[in-house]
């Protein structure tokens, strides 16, 4: 073959003309720099190799991270897991063997992705997530010149993108915690922030004020321990010490106090303390994740089952629940409640969000499972979605499930899992959907700040065009 009939062969001439005429364009000072660049991204990508390994999460238990080869670089992303896994979403799959990480080891769906996700992806265009997808199921990040949010917008068919109000953690309860109070999660959502870099700042100082305030309490507790011990010495000389009975009484009181944050108020006290001392009382609101289904029993709901000494005697109906948050939202700036009831309890929850007094956000009532959100929809059983993108199984499905709410006028939240990873992917996913919501924990460690932090890179990249949601938090 000869050169002309090569160059006409891989139509060389027009491309390098092209290139050329970029460079002339651009009035770039290294022309051979930039036809070289601007012949590489003409070149369409193409998934070379999927090499899968074990990691841990944030918990210390096993989970998935994929190393994604292109002919353009390589790429990283890893599995959260969670541990309010149901009947509804994807399911996790673990060894088993209880001699390797008690059971939760992952190494075959490891070899899974090695040796059968592998080859049914390599050659594949990185940028048709849905062929992607598909293939997977079948089997039952990719790499772009634009940004993965961009490539998730694009996906999803939205043209305009939206930073998400954060909903930061600041008091954890529930089967995460070991304290005795019953729901899992007090959150602040910083709707008044004009950006989401104002919003982090709000959420931050926030969360250091509470710290502060904890942090002297506990001292206070010690010191509390201290006086007991020091009053029990005491006893053991001869004569009276007409002060110990009232000492005695007095720590033991303060011990209580301080390390039993039982109730909702209590919790929901110092929260609104926290965010009082910031300055920030009309810019930042208050959520409460209940997550009912775990204090559920039967048809009644006992708020001391992490108490075993009460356990049974603090019942509540589902209309005693209503009226307990009814009172809630009118006492505090609360403005989201997840998980009221019980995961099956679909006639409180219908009766509970037409009130109309809050959002009230299914989780584990709907396990962003498409068949719950259908049947939510059609009983009005709530009005905004809980997304935890590894229980539905594919980006795919995840679009597909935001769109089904925002149809229906639902807000929509970004979740991570009590198992994360350092992995960045829900932050990208976020702005691409304009969920208006993200839920990615406190304001510290690294794996909930990967998340944060990739916001305010994407905020910083958007420039003039970033929009934070603020206000427009559940409509977005």
Avoid at 286 to 309: E, Q
Avoid at 414 to 429: K, N, W
């Amino acid at each position: 073959m000869s050169v002309q009939e090569y160059l006409d062969k891989h139509v060389l001439s027009r491309k390098i003309e092209d290139a050329v005429n970029a460079a002339v364009r651009a009035k770039t000072p290294d022309p051979v720099l930039f036809i070289s660049n601007h012949m590489r991204k003409a070149v369409p990508s193409v998934i070379t190799k999927v090499k899968a390994r074990q990691i841990l999460d944030s918990r210390g238990i096993p989970t998935v991270e994929v190393d994604l080869y292109t002919n353009k670089g390589m790429f990283r992303a890893s599995a959260p897991s969670g541990a309010s896994s149901g009947m509804y979403e994807a399911l996790e799959l673990r060894d088993g063997d209880k001699g390797m990480y008690l059971g939760n080891s992952v190494q075959r769906a490891v070899k899974n992705i090695n040796e059968k996700i592998s080859e049914a992806l390599i050659g594949m265009d990185p940028i048709l997530q849905s062929q992607i997808d598909q293939a997977m199921i079948d089997l039952d990040k990719t790499e772009k010149k634009v940004p993965l949010y961009k490539h998730i917008a694009d996906l999803s068919g939205r043209t305009s993108m939206i930073l998400p109000v954060p909903a930061f953690s600041l008091i954890s309860g529930g089967k995460h915690a070991g304290n005795t109070l019953a729901i899992q999660d007090i959150t602040i959502l910083p709707v008044g922030a004009r950006r989401f870099e104002e919003a982090m700042q709000m959420g931050s100082e926030t969360y250091h004020h509470l710290k502060g305030r904890l942090l002297f309490l506990r001292n206070m507790v010690h010191m509390g321990a201290m006086l007991v011990k020091m009053v029990a010495l005491l006893q053991t000389f001869p004569g009276k010490f007409f002060l110990h009975i009232d000492i005695s009484l007095f720590c033991v009181q303060l011990v209580i106090l301080v390390l039993c944050i039982c109730s909702f108020r209590e919790g929901l006290d110092l929260v609104k303390e926290a965010i009082s001392r910031t300055g920030y009382n009309e810019k930042i609101k208050i959520g409460i994740d209940v997550s009912a289904t775990d204090f559920c029993i039967g048809t009644k709901y006992d708020l001391d089952y992490k108490s075993p000494n009460k356990s049974g005697q603090n019942f509540k109906s589902g209309e005693d629940m209503i009226e307990l948050y009814k009172e809630l939202c009118t006492d505090y700036p609360v403005v989201s409640i997840e998980d009221p009831f019980d995961m099956e309890d679909w006639e409180h929850v219908k009766y509970f969000s037409g009130l109309g007094i809050c959002q009230v956000v299914g989780g584990d009532l709907l396990m962003s499972n498409p068949k719950r959100i259908e049947k939510a929809i059609q009983e009005s059983a709530c009005n905004a979605l809980l997304l935890k993108v590894n229980q539905i199984g594919t980006v795919t499905e995840a679009i597909e499930v935001v769109k089904l709410a925002k149809d229906e006028h639902w807000g929509v939240v970004i979740s991570h899992r009590c198992g994360e990873t350092e992995d960045s992917f829900i932050a990208d996913l976020s702005v691409g959907l304009s969920t208006g919501q993200i839920k990615a924990g406190a304001p510290c460690r690294g794996e909930r700040l990967a998340k944060y932090n990739q916001l305010l890179r994407i905020e910083e990249e958007l420039g003039d065009q970033a929009v934070y949601a603020g206000d427009d938090w559940r409509m977005s």
